[in-house]
Every structure is written in structure tokens, then in C-alpha cells.
């Protein structure tokens, strides 16, 4: 039986992975602030470890097996973060990762997540299944398949996200971060809501990945062909079954932004904030700079959530 | 009469512009590490307000100012991130500030100085004198000329970066700056000596800006031609009077990188610690980078300078 997804276990998870994530900081920049009409905080998360929040969860989830599962190893399917995360965590409590990666995934994504140690498979998306594949594994090798955002041990993990940033942000009314799976979400969702029960939740999804934007619309979970946007971490097909619930009762809207919108984002954090935010992890920020948010909005929080990209696909945003 | 650049003098800078700059973060990287081959830690000035460290001595300079003087107003000559910051501290303090910038100053840093409220004037760098422009200014308008580093003010300024760098990673036992004028390194290095006598003391020069290597090696200070490097930042031709007798007597070895090794530098910060650092900026981490350090440095600070570089001259790059 799964725990359900309390401020507790969030609070529990926070203490167990301290030593393995970093407390990444905030920042502010007056200029964002002018061009989005709002008092702008950024929690940096593609300056976390890994370059991105993924290790909240993965390492929330390796400390809560047992010593004799971690000995059998563990076994993920992600396009890069989540991967990379699994990988890292695994080298880290000295258990062993195998990584079911899309051919086509970002290089800076596979060779990070080689460099951890993992053993990697690689398949092709539009003909393989990386879930069935990633349960042949399981059931093979007897490891512990560790899911990407729909468990509560992965979403507590993520939500510890929010519980830094209301430490040192706690003026904050509204929280804003980007729905792949909803994992982020969810769990900072629930973490921001135990320390300030009106704190505004909002998510941001490309337009052309609004399989939340359309099941919140829809009042239950809807399934969307694979997405084409360039946003590599948001290309869910359909919110979570764990996930959706939480984001149905606690979202009080999805921002939808356009690529172009999610690429004009990514040059202004990285001209003036002089940080690298990747597609994904920038597009929260893109929903507030473009002026999606609420006008009676005082201070956003905003979750950049990673910063892989290759520096090849950056060239040609620049 | 001026004063003497002592620990004091830093000292007192560091309580009187504590309001005016950010305590920026340190960052490490795995990574870099193993590609160094030493242990290193990085002092973000990139992250620093208006994106470079020259904001220390701006505001520590124009907050020693008498009242009178502020009224007057300031005037400074400098290249880009020097001139953005007097602007930016004249602006804070309520003083007006004009700045003599080369015409061929990257935009960025021309519009970030604009957008301080400062006016600009500009010359031809091959022409015309910045110093004599800078002086008939101040002549004219009863401003004072606030100089990018060859002042006690400026230097104490800048040297609070050091304090800042020690008290959180008192382990160092190597500081590495790079050296324009080399206000910043001889402020860093009375600095970090006052709380760790045994610190060493390197500086980061391009060789096509060896100004300073040159003046140690020839014991005075040594004149070169206009550099073409693109550490644009690090163009001074000679060392500063006030700098180089403390750079003689606490500065163990000038490191020379090459453009190439520059280049590297930058996308490497970029693609692994998610951070853009200017070419400037990445001086000292590139001689990291590519082992110049005494190969018994067991923890070496590297201050990352700057972040202001144009996107389009970073696409170039990558």
C-alpha cells in the first residue's frame, strides 16, 4: 500500500535526502521584474545537483528501499533529468542503475547519465515501449523500477522543493512551476500549502503539451499524442494517476505558453540572470514574463527546473 | 592624500556597501574537478548586480564621497562592466553619473549602463584619449572620476570579494583572479592574506594581455600595445601604480591562457555548472582548467569575474 502524499512525508523526505541535493539558491532580477509586471523569485533548480530537481525524487525514493532491494539495483525510463537523477542517486548509496533512454534524448542527457556508472538501453520511441521495457528489466534482474513522478516517495521528494523556497521566501503568493507529470507540481503543491494554506498554485505547460491543461479542463485525465515541443522534460502524454487528483483539488490554473515564448525566456534568464535554464525548466518563467499570471499577483515564485540543453541546441536559440 | 590599501580599509568597505551588492553564491562542480585535476571552488560574481564584481569598488568608492561631491556627480571611462556599475551605484545613491565608453563596447553592456539612467558618451578607441575625455568631463561639470581600479577606494571595493570567498570556504589555499588593471586581484589578495597569511596568490592573464606577467617577470611596470583579446574586460596595457607594488609582493605566479583556452572555459561553466561567465570572467578558471596551477594546490578559489557578454557573441562560441 503507497503512503498518500502529506506535508509529513514531504518533511520526512526533506530530512532524508539533505545530505544528497543541494539547497539551491534564489534569485531576483529587477529586470524580469520590469518586463513581467511582477516581483519575480527564482528558485534554481537547473543549478541543482545533476542540473535539475529530478534528484529530489530519485534520491527521496533509493533512501526509502530497503538495503536488499538497493543490492538487486534499480531501473528508470526518462528522456534525460529523471535518468540522470536515478543514475546519480544509485552511484551515490552504492547501488546499481539501469536507464531505458529514447534514442533521439539529448547527448548532454545520455553522456551525464553514462558518466554516473549507469548501464544505459536505448529504444526507439515510436516503436518501442519504454514502460514495457523498463518491466521486462524489473522482472528480469529483480530491480526496483523507480518511476519518474507518479509515486507518492518520488512526489514527496519533489515538493521538498518548495519547502526551501517558502523558508526563505515567505512572501510569496502565488507558486509557479512547469507539468510534465505533474510530480513537481504535486508535491510543491502540497509542501507550500502546509506552510501558507492560500498560496496561489499554477502550473505551465507548452501548447503543444497540455495533456494537464486539457484534463483539469476535462475533469479527468486526458491522453494526448507524443508532443513536439522543444520542452524534452514536459513531453508527458497525460498527467498522473497519483498526480492528477492532487493537481485537480490544489491548481488554480495552467499558463500555456508557445515555443517561442519558451525560447524568449530561455535567452532572458540566461542575457540577464546569467543563468543556463533548459526548454522545460524555463517555462514557468516564459508563463510570467509573458504576463499569464493573475494581475493581483504580488510575489511569484517561480521553479526553473533544470538546465541540460546541448550547447549546440542552445546556438540555435541564440 | 590617499589612504593606504590595508585589511581595514577592506574591511570598512565591506560594511559600508553591504546593502549595495549581493553576497553572491560559491559553487563547485564535480566535474570540473576531474578535469582539473584539483579540487575548486567558484566565487559567482557573474551573479553579482549588473552581472560583474566592479560594482564593489563603484559603490564602495561613490559611498566615500562627501555629500557635496555625490551632487556634483561622477564620471568614469571604462569599457562596459566598470561603467555599468558606477551607473548602477550612482543611481542607488542619488547621484548622476556619465560614462565614456569605446564605441566598439558590446551592446549589452551599453544598454545594461543605459537602462541605469547614466549618460553615455562615446569615443573611437584608436582616436581619441578616454582618460583626457574622462578628465575634461570632470574639469567641466565639477564631477568626480571614479577610477576602475587604480584607487585605495576601488580596490578595498573589490576586495571584500575575497573576504566573502575565505569566511566561506576557509579550506582554500590558493585564490586565483584574473587581471585587468588588477584592482580586483591585489583587493583580493590583502584580503584573503588578513584572514590566511599562507594563502598563494595567483592572477589569470591572456597571453595576448601578458601586461602584467611582463611588469612582475621585468620587475616595473611594462606598457603593451592595445590587446585584441576577446577577455575584452582585460585590456588594460599596464598595471595600475597603486596595484602592481601589492601585486609584486603577494601575487606567486601570473597564469597565461590562450584564447582557445578561454573559449573552453566558457562553455564549459556553461554546459556543466549551468552558469554564462564572460570571457573576462572564465580567465582564472580556464588556467584551472587546463592544470596551470602548482600541482600541490589542494583547494583552489577561482573568482569567476563576469557574466556580461551578448548573446550573439556567445552563440559564436558554442
Redesign the interface.
Given at each position: 500500500v503507497q503512503p498518500e502524499v502529506t506535508p509529513e512525508l514531504i518533511r520526512g523526505a526533506a530530512e532524508r535526502i539533505h545530505a544528497m541535493v543541494r539547497r539551491t539558491?534564489l534569485?531576483t532580477s529587477r529586470?524580469f521584474d520590469e518586463a513581467a509586471g511582477v516581483r519575480t523569485l527564482f528558485k534554481c533548480e537547473?543549478?541543482q545537483r545533476g542540473?535539475a530537481f529530478k534528484i529530489r525524487g530519485a534520491s527521496n525514493f533509493l533512501l526509502s528501499l530497503e538495503p536488499e532491494e538497493l543490492g538487486r539495483g534499480v531501473v528508470a525510463y526518462s528522456s534525460g533529468n529523471h535518468a540522470q537523477a536515478v543514475a546519480m542517486a544509485a552511484r551515490i548509496v552504492g547501488s546499481t542503475a539501469t536507464l531505458v533512454m529514447p534514442r533521439d534524448a539529448p547527448r548532454?542527457k545520455v553522456e551525464a547519465t553514462r558518466?554516473q556508472g549507469a548501464t544505459i538501453l536505448t529504444y526507439d520511441r515510436l516503436r518501442e515501449s519504454r514502460e514495457a521495457l523498463g518491466a521486462r528489466i524489473a522482472a528480469e534482474t529483480g530491480a526496483t523500477l523507480v518511476p519518474p513522478y507518479d509515486h507518492p516517495w518520488t512526489i514527496a521528494g519533489q515538493g521538498t522543493c518548495a519547502l526551501e523556497f517558502l523558508e526563505e521566501a515567505p512572501e510569496l503568493d502565488a507558486l509557479i512551476a512547469p507539468v510534465g507529470g505533474g510530480g513537481l507540481l504535486s508535491g510543491c503543491a502540497i509542501a507550500a500549502r502546509s506552510l501558507k494554506p492560500e498560496m496561489r498554485i499554477f502550473g505551465a505547460e507548452p501548447e503543444l503539451a497540455n495533456d494537464t491543461y486539457l484534463s483539469l479542463a476535462a475533469g479527468h485525465r486526458v491522453e494526448i499524442p507524443v508532443p513536439a515541443t522543444i520542452a524534452d522534460g514536459l513531453r508527458a502524454t497525460s498527467p498522473g494517476q497519483i498526480t492528477f487528483p492532487i493537481l485537480s483539488r490544489t491548481v488554480e490554473a495552467v499558463l500555456l505558453v508557445s515555443e517561442e515564448e519558451i525560447r524568449t525566456a530561455v535567452?532572458f534568464l540566461?542575457?540577464r540572470?546569467?543563468?543556463?535554464?533548459e526548454p522545460s525548466g524555463a517555462a514557468a518563467a516564459a508563463a510570467v514574463l509573458h504576463g499569464k499570471l493573475p494581475k493581483n499577483v504580488r510575489a511569484a515564485g517561480v521553479v526553473l527546473s533544470g538546465?541540460n540543453v546541448d550547447?549546440?541546441t542552445?546556438?540555435r536559440f541564440?
Open positions: 539558491p534569485m529586470g537547473n543549478l542540473g548532454s558518466a535567452r540566461l542575457a540572470l546569467k543563468i543556463l535554464v538546465g550547447l549546440d542552445l546556438a541564440l
